[in-house]
């Protein structure tokens, strides 16, 4: 019997595009190819083999997702899964290619909510999730992870989408909601979520690729030559931002000053890269020899010490990278393959999906 783990993170699947009608917050174009993917895995697998589809976080981009004409900073169950369905709505394809997945009974989904779908925690759109795949059969081997950011496999790999190591984008897990006046229950969102509803959506109107950059802050400093206004405005908003939501909501001026190096170190100076954050977290894990995270956007396959292996599943999404070690333009298709030989032994690869040669691929618009 064989066993397949396919892990993927950071589609982030909006509401879809029409030919040429350019929707700035819709950043996966590759439906065709994912469904791609999953159909060469059902064949390669056939009848005997138990496949397992990781979604670790981001697949859906409910941030970017207005409804009633705004991003929500409130959310309930009922606007969260209206956001979904908008999502599942707009790519049709990427439905099709999930349910086709499901058809056979030994296939399995199993979804990590990231912090850009952190909505897939409720109730509401892990139902609708099902509905929509289930209609084909299947919607009883769709699992979430919703009690912890990690799903732990017990041959010593541990999947994560990797949010739980930014201070600004943290959760706590045992109190995910709180109570609206009129006793609604709302999702208790990370103020890094915020920060994209109110600072980089607005900025993402006008410069579509602003979050497609990376690192941000060197994107910034070339910018005030080349864009100065969009730049400083952007600069000017986020600082304001973290004045308004993370100095002046404390009580009193005591807990502002003590609390203020704390706020900087960890959520504005950050302390080492995401990449140093992830390899001191599997350091100190005992029991586990890898770590597969997502949320950089930043793909890598790293040996850590003698029996320590970090994969970062990277993004589907087309982005731009100003890091002189990774300088250059890619659109990603990464995913992690884990692979297990006849005695139940692992193997984890970080893998690019190529596929079949297309003679040509649709534009949808062209910016």
């Not at 705004?70 to 349910?99: M, N, Y």
Request: net charge neutral; hydrophobic share 40%; charged share 30%.
């Amino acid at each position: 019997m064989k066993l397949l783990r396919l892990v993927v993170s950071d589609l982030h699947l909006g509401t879809g595009v029409r030919d040429g009608h350019p929707n700035p917050f819709e950043d996966f174009l590759f439906d065709d190819r994912f469904a791609e993917l999953l159909a060469y895995y059902d064949e390669l697998g056939g009848r005997d083999a138990d496949i397992e589809l990781i979604l670790n976080g981001d697949i859906f981009d409910l941030l970017k997702i207005k409804v009633g004409g705004i991003w929500p900073s409130e959310i309930t169950d009922e606007i969260a899964a209206e956001k979904l369905r908008q999502c599942l709505d707009g790519h049709p394809r990427f439905v099709r290619a999930l349910q086709d997945f499901l058809r056979n009974p030994r296939h399995r989904i199993t979804y990590l909510p990231g912090n850009h779908d952190l909505d897939m925690w409720l109730s509401g759109p892990q139902s609708l999730f099902k509905r929509y795949l289930g209609s084909t059969g299947g919607a009883d081997r769709i699992r979430f992870i919703t009690e912890s950011d990690t799903y732990s496999l017990p041959e010593g790999i541990q999947i994560r989408h990797g949010h739980q190591l930014e201070r600004i984008h943290r959760v706590d897990y045992r109190a995910m909601t709180y109570k609206r006046r009129d006793g609604t229950d709302i999702l208790d969102i990370p103020w890094g979520s915020l920060w994209i509803l109110e600072v980089m959506n607005p900025a993402k109107e006008q410069r579509s690729y602003v979050d497609r950059i990376q690192p941000l802050s060197r994107f910034l400093l070339g910018a005030i030559l080349f864009d100065t206004r969009f730049a400083l405005s952007f600069m000017f908003r986020t600082t304001l931002y973290f004045l308004r939501r993370r100095i002046f909501t404390f009580r009193a001026w005591r807990d502002r000053l003590r609390h203020l190096p704390r706020l900087l170190r960890e959520e504005i100076l950050s302390l080492g890269t995401y990449d140093d954050m992830a390899i001191r977290e599997l350091k100190r894990m005992r029991g586990v020899h890898t770590l597969i995270v997502g949320h950089s956007h930043g793909p890598r396959f790293r040996e850590i010490a003698k029996d320590k292996l970090l994969i970062n599943t990277g993004t589907w999404m087309r982005m731009v990278n100003l890091d002189i070690q990774f300088l250059g333009q890619d659109s990603g298709l990464t995913y992690a393959l884990i692979e297990y030989d006849d005695d139940g032994n692992p193997k984890s690869r970080l893998m690019r999906w190529i596929g079949r040669q297309l003679p040509y691929e649709p534009i949808p618009y062209a910016e």
